[in-house]
């Protein structure tokens, strides 16, 4: 089955950059979701089709995807910005949605 | 605005059976595919089953596949989660949600199902 990596956890400072990977078997040929989610809340997505924000996402969440890497760059880290963050994709190949492992993000 | 409530959790024994409804509103119901995804305490979130806007195509987790059936009435705007057979491994929080279409993405607040003698 297709398996999503992602880093346990990164450390940022506020006003820094925090980049999160996704790494899939060529995971460039698919589209990436990039969900939000803090502590005792429902996923929040903030990144869709590699690089497409929802309304209401500030401009500082940004999106890419090529080869065998997704990543999810969140610009002047904020301290609300504080959750776990998720990248998903479809497998057509196995007819499976996927979540990768998970990154908790911590602002320092 | 747009809703989903999700209903149905609760505790039950190992290799028992329960039922969870997510009842939809604030937008058209029958013309997004919908999901169940759970998340086990202290856990990453696990998709479990797909179900197309119209029915005609559902899919499911291998860790629930023929256990668990999703399914959906159009007509009165609910999607289910018929689960058999459960395990300890199945306690979890359980979220219906609309499958992301162009930013469209909504998640219902979470049912938790407890698994346990």
């Known amino acids: 089955s297709y398996v999503l990596t992602q880093p346990p956890s990164v450390s940022v400072a506020p006003g820094q950059t925090a980049r999160i990977t996704c790494g899939g078997n060529?995971?460039?040929?698919?589209?990436v979701h990039w969900y939000q989610q803090k502590p005792g809340q429902a996923p929040v997505l903030v990144v869709y089709d590699d690089s497409d924000r929802p309304s209401g996402i500030p401009e500082r969440f940004s999106g890419s995807n090529s080869g065998n890497t997704a990543t999810l760059t969140i610009s002047r880290v904020e301290a609300g910005d504080e959750a776990d963050y998720y990248c998903?994709?479809?497998?057509?190949?196995?007819?499976?949605?996927?979540f990768g492992t998970g990154t908790k993000v911590t602002v320092l | 605005q747009v809703q989903l409530v999700e209903s149905g959790g609760g505790v039950v024994q190992p290799g028992g059976s329960l039922r969870l409804s997510c009842a939809a509103s604030g937008f058209t119901f029958s013309s997004y595919g919908m999901h169940w995804v759970r998340q086990a305490p202290g856990k990453g979130l696990e998709w479990v089953a797909f179900?197309?806007?119209?029915?005609?195509?559902?899919y499911y987790a291998d860790s629930v596949k023929g256990r668990f059936t999703i399914s959906r009435d159009n007509s009165k705007n609910t999607l289910y989660l018929q689960m058999n057979s459960l395990r300890a491994e199945d306690t979890a929080v359980y979220y219906c949600a609309t499958v992301p279409a162009a930013g469209f993405d909504y998640w219902g607040q979470g049912t938790l199902v407890t698994v346990s003698s």
């Open positions: 179900i197309r806007y119209d029915g005609s195509n559902k």
């Open positions: 060529n995971i460039g040929s698919k589209s």
């Open positions: 998903q994709v479809w497998d057509s190949s196995s007819d499976h949605y996927v």
